[in-house]
């Protein structure tokens, strides 16, 4: 009988939101190469800058991390995730196991702006929905479930783009923000 080392707990980021976020982006659990580089969406495949980008018209995967973080602050979009905290060998979300959520209600609750929550992937929008779900009807918002940003979801970028861009809805074209 052999015996699996148990993976390694791996934890998130703290959620990048201000008072002027009004579209937070929800992702599931920072994979390897974000956690080596404490960075969201640090893998370079993965195509969330680019698909963030285009839907609030700028070039985010020129920019440097921190500025990065804070384009998206002021164009009123923030990022988190739905797991705290899980045991999880490598980067892929089927392997997620004995995880702990967030408090996503509590989160939102701080957000006096936000218009509407969107989960990055089937994975984030399960756990994140029924963590809403669970949060007694206090959260009301529009949800828009995206198809995922990873390069393990393979569908063509300009499918991922077109679903992404609905966000605009909640944010504004691009060029009509102004900053935080």
Request: overall charge positive.
């Amino acid at each position: 009988m052999s015996t699996s080392p148990i993976p390694a707990l791996k934890r998130n980021f703290p959620p990048v939101v201000d008072a002027n976020t009004r579209v937070l982006i929800l992702g599931s659990l920072p994979g390897e190469v974000s956690l080596a580089q404490q960075q969201y969406y640090a893998h370079p495949q993965n195509r969330f800058w680019h698909l963030v980008g285009d839907v609030i018209g700028v070039p985010l995967p020129t920019l440097a991390y921190e500025a990065r973080l804070d384009v998206l602050r002021a164009h009123g979009v923030g990022l988190w995730d739905v797991v705290a905290q899980a045991r999880r060998e490598g980067s892929l979300d089927s392997n997620i196991r004995l995880h702990e959520g967030s408090d996503l209600v509590g989160l939102i609750e701080t957000l006096p702006s936000l218009r509407a929550v969107a989960f990055n992937g089937g994975t984030a929008a399960r756990i994140g929905q029924r963590a809403l779900a669970q949060g007694g009807g206090r959260v009301t918002l529009p949800v828009a479930l995206l198809p995922s940003s990873s390069p393990a979801y393979t569908i063509p970028f300009a499918t991922k783009r077109d679903a992404w861009l609905a966000l605009r809805e909640w944010l504004g074209e691009p060029g009509s923000m102004t900053s935080a």
